[in-house]
């Protein structure tokens, strides 16, 4: 609950399982998020090989490894929400006080990582807008996706009383990213016309 230490400390507690179930997708995520960068990889390295080596870098290693790192920011929470002996030296409205500040920590780790969420997806345009296997209009969303992702990042750590609407007004663009996921699932990528100019 925003601003209320004691209130979230009580949550945590009574739905420990839950908060833990958070803490490993954020672990699942992160591996997921390497296979899926290196998948796009051996796509679109015949595009541009540069590009690609950037959007793997951008887009699977550093965020997976925010994701791995941020779950160590809810396992202190965890940690000072069920009281362990060694923090009896605290009382328990100073616990929920740092069990709080580990879940900030938490999100402005997430404000940080949009940065490489927007980043990740102009080289990652760029492959699909001279790919030729993927429509343009997809590459040039992505564009505009990433973009969105650095506003919303940018306003949450220099004006963060905004960034909720910033984020209510950039939703439609970040709706690229999906567009992308759906066109590769449900078309496909024509992978044979740049094989056939290659010849």
């Known amino acids: ?19 833990r179930l958070g803490m490993v997708s954020d672990l699942l995520c992160g591996t997921i998020l390497i296979f899926l960068a290196l998948a796009l990889y051996r796509l ?7 590009q690609a080596v950037l959007m793997v870098i951008l887009g699977g290693v550093l965020p997976a490894t925010i994701d791995f790192l941020n779950v160590l920011n809810d396992a202190a929470a965890l940690i ?18 740092l069990a709080m500040l580990f879940l900030r920590l938490h999100h402005q780790e997430i404000v940080a990582a949009e940065i490489l969420w927007g980043l990740w997806l102009f080289p990652l345009a760029i492959l699909v807008y001279r790919s030729r296997f993927l429509p343009r209009f997809l590459g040039v969303w992505l564009i505009i996706n990433g973009f969105a992702y650095l506003t919303i990042s940018f306003t949450g750590l220099l004006l963060p009383q905004y960034e909720d609407p910033v984020s209510n007004y950039a939703f439609p663009a970040l709706l690229g990213e999906m567009a992308f996921m759906l ?13 056939a100019a290659a010849s």
């Not at 000072?80 to 929920?96: C, I, M, Q, T, W």
């Open 1 to 19: 609950m925003r601003g209320n230490a004691t209130a979230t400390a009580n949550n945590i507690a009574a739905h420990e399982l839950l908060f």
């Open 44 to 50: 679109f390295k015949g595009v541009d090989q540069n």
């Open 80 to 97: 000072l929400v069920r009281g362990a002996d060694f923090l009896s030296v605290f009382e328990k409205p100073h616990r929920d006080a």
């Open 183 to 195: 066109w590769l699932v449900i078309k496909g990528a024509k992978v044979q016309p740049v094989a």
